[in-house]
């Protein structure tokens, strides 16, 4: 049985090209969700939060917030479908998005994940 | 065919010049982003789930070949080679850069098209019936007074800041294809007992949250005095619309709240207290525009065409086209082509780069370059020969255009719903899809007759729900998409806004709903009998029964 770790994620829309990102381990953003640090204590959101409000005045991202998700083997999925369809691309053109790209979650957008 | 003027070309212009400014001090960081959001909506692009997305305004669904192969080059070249057309009759491409945004609206810029006035509190884009000017139940080419008002409110000071967005839909036809009564102005032109031509104006219709149907201020309106009563109708509007509440602040709510007697005196008392208005320049400047929608130079024709009935008798196929797709034309030997954007299966509304350059092509060829949208999110050519229609219909069947559902159970309204939008409950597209397969046949449709099933993601209502004969509401249950549905509405003449049948629906359950709904509608209906015809007289007792009994 594999282990279960809930937390929040945090994600944003880059700047210079909307495209969808999530705030990494490393401090930077990436386009891949399994890149994301998840914070399993309401205080590492916090503080997860006001970092990406400095990126937010840094001009790098715009409109960044904290979304539920949960790390199973080493992927991480969110837990509303509207999250895990940003982090994958429209469930209606799989040629395109982040599943196209090779960026997308481990996790399909429909349950049964 | 419409173009701009010199006066609209240098305005937008400096409208594209002014946007590279801002986007380029927002990337460096001089401005913020609530300094930003509203100057990028104003030029219609919005943050959406996966991108920026850039709504362009299609003036009353009018479009020339030269415009469509733009869009195809800008969907090729900035965007993932599609967009999208909605229900508003505008494009949407959904992969947008901001970088590459000046870019796209000079190229806009280019074929006089533009992204203004797609969004915020301001009076949008003026819509109209798609087949305006070519429609043979036609009274007046309504585009002109579209357009006039187009003018008339453009930046207009007094009404850029309303209390909140502002729909006019004008319709020239006594059958209404622009849904007149559900905009916060209709306009319908229509004749007195004398012959003359005037406008019934509709004020406080609407969709979204509060869906109501308009009501009448003016049963006849000369058309000389429309302007300066439009404007008695934003003044009172401007007075006392509500501010202080955004669910509140619409203008169907002021009349409803008001009541219709009470608005329609306020308005006529505005409107009385005016000095009277010079309407000379008025008339002077919607002949001047009137001269730009001149019909194209129609051969004289014959009304029937033997190379048009050959091929009909000869291929099915296209017979089946014709009977759906296919619609009469005011001049002889012409008609109206219906090119549906809904394949089996397929994404409502949307078409690819290639799709738009064959109709250009074929607009080209065939309908003296222009092209329509439709608010039903099909492309329209609207002048096409009788005798071309077969090489029309081969071309389109070349390319899945050729759909033979027009105003069917296939010819499904979605919004972008929850695969795009950022305000979306639900996904919208899916449902349209699994139900588009599951009534594919041509013969079952035909069977069911004129449905319109609509389907939106979120009760702001972009996919019309509420107006169709079933409506599909994408809800969020604790995290579980539903769907919720209406039956009984209607945008057309009869007007009506659909009622909740019962409790909703997992995605997967809709379509079986809907074939349940169709068959009590089947088993029960009378000789000839629309879907619509029989809930109305039927009520909704036999259909839920059908949907709820337990077995
Ligand atoms: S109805 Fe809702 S989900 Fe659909 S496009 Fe409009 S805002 Fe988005």
């Known amino acids: 049985m594999s282990i279960t770790e809930k937390g929040q994620a945090m994600t944003a829309n880059r700047l210079r090209d909307g495209a969808v990102v999530f705030f990494t381990r ?12 998840l914070a399993t204590e309401p205080q590492a959101a916090r503080a997860l939060e006001s970092r990406g409000k400095d990126d937010e005045r840094a001009t790098l991202v715009t409109g960044v917030y904290l979304f539920d998700a949960e790390r199973r083997d080493g992927h991480i999925r969110a837990l509303h479908i509207r999250e895990r369809i940003r982090t994958l691309g429209p469930t209606v053109r799989l040629d395109l998005g982040k599943q196209a790209e090779g960026l997308g979650g481990a996790f399909p957008a429909e349950n049964g994940g | 065919m419409y173009r701009y003027d010199e006066f609209d070309y240098q305005f937008v212009r400096d409208r594209t010049a002014q946007f590279a400014d ?13 300094e930003f959001r509203p100057l990028r909506l104003m030029n219609g692009l919005y943050l959406q789930l996966h991108a920026y997305m850039l709504r362009i305004a299609i003036p009353y669904g009018t479009l020339s070949s030269r415009q469509m192969r733009q869009l195809a080059m800008i969907a090729r070249r900035w965007d993932k080679n ?81 209390p909140r967005k502002f729909k006019i839909a004008v319709t020239g036809a006594p059958n209404d294809r622009a ?34 149907i ?42 409803h709240e008001l009541g219709p007697e009470k608005f329609r005196a306020e308005v006529e008392a505005e409107y009385a207290r005016r000095p009277k208005q010079e309407t000379e320049v008025e008339e002077r400047e919607l002949a001047r525009i009137a001269a730009y929608f001149a019909p194209p130079q129609f051969e004289r024709l014959p009304r029937w065409s033997p190379r048009f009935e050959e091929a009909r008798l000869a291929n099915p196929a296209f017979a089946r086209w014709v009977r759906t797709n296919v619609a009469a034309h005011f001049a002889d030997g012409y008609a109206i082509a219906n090119i549906s954007l809904k394949p089996e299966g397929g994404i409502p509304g ?52 050729a759909a033979s559902n027009l105003g ?24 349209a899809q699994a139900i588009s397969r599951k009534f594919a046949d041509y013969d079952r449709q035909q069977d ?22 079933i409506g599909i509401l994408g809800l969020d249950k604790k995290g579980e998409e539903y769907y919720q549905i209406t039956l009984g509405g209607s945008s057309a003449t009869s007007a009506s806004i659909g009622q909740i049948i019962g409790p909703g629906f997992a995605g997967h359950d809709v379509p079986d709903a809907i074939e349940k709904i169709l068959d009590t509608y089947l088993k029960h209906r009378q000789p000839g009998e629309e879907f619509l015809a029989a809930y109305r007289r039927l009520g909704a007792q036999p259909f839920k029964e059908a949907l709820y009994a337990a077995h």
């Open chain 2, 448 to 469: 069911i007759g004129p449905l319109k099933i609509n389907i939106s993601g979120c009760i702001n209502a972009c996919g019309h729900h509420h107006v169709g004969h």
């Open chain 2, 214 to 255: 308009g009501v009448t201020v003016r049963e006849f309106l000369p058309q000389h005095e429309l302007i300066a009563y439009l404007e008695a109708i934003m003044r009172v509007y401007n007075l006392y619309g509500r501010r202080d509440n955004k669910y509140k602040a619409r203008i169907k709510i002021l009349v």
């Open chain 1, 26 to 37: 490393s401090g930077d953003w990436s386009e891949a969700i399994d890149a994301a640090v």
């Open chain 2, 408 to 431: 069917l159970a296939g010819d499904i309204i979605a919004c972008p719903g929850l695969d795009y939008c950022t305000l979306a409950t639900a996904r919208s597209i899916p449902v």
């Open chain 2, 82 to 162: 599609y967009g999208h057309f909605t229900t508003r009759q505008n494009i949407q491409f959904n992969w947008i850069k901001l970088e590459d945004t000046p870019e796209i609206l000079a190229a806009l810029a280019d074929v006089e098209m533009h992204a203004i006035q797609t969004s915020g509190n301001c009076i949008r884009n003026v819509t109209t019936d798609q087949w305006a000017g070519a429609a043979a139940d036609e009274i007046a080419d309504p585009r002109p007074v579209a357009e006039l008002i187009r003018q008339w409110s453009s930046l207009h000071p007094e009404f850029s800041y309303l």
């Open chain 2, 179 to 212: 849904a007149v009564k559900v905009h916060d102005i209709g306009l319908r032109l229509h004749k007195n007992d004398k012959g003359e031509a005037g406008w019934e104006v509709i004020v406080g219709g609407g969709l979204g949250r509060t869906p109501l």
């Open chain 2, 22 to 34: 801002q986007a380029r001090r927002r990337l460096a960081g001089e401005l913020t982003e609530d």
């Open chain 2, 350 to 401: 949307d078409a690819t780069s290639e799709q738009m350059e064959l109709v250009a092509d074929l607009a080209e060829r065939h309908s003296f370059s222009e092209i329509r949208v439709s608010h039903a999110q099909n492309l329209v050519l609207p002048h096409v020969k009788r005798d071309d229609l077969f090489d029309l219909w081969q071309a389109l069947s070349g390319a899945g255009l």
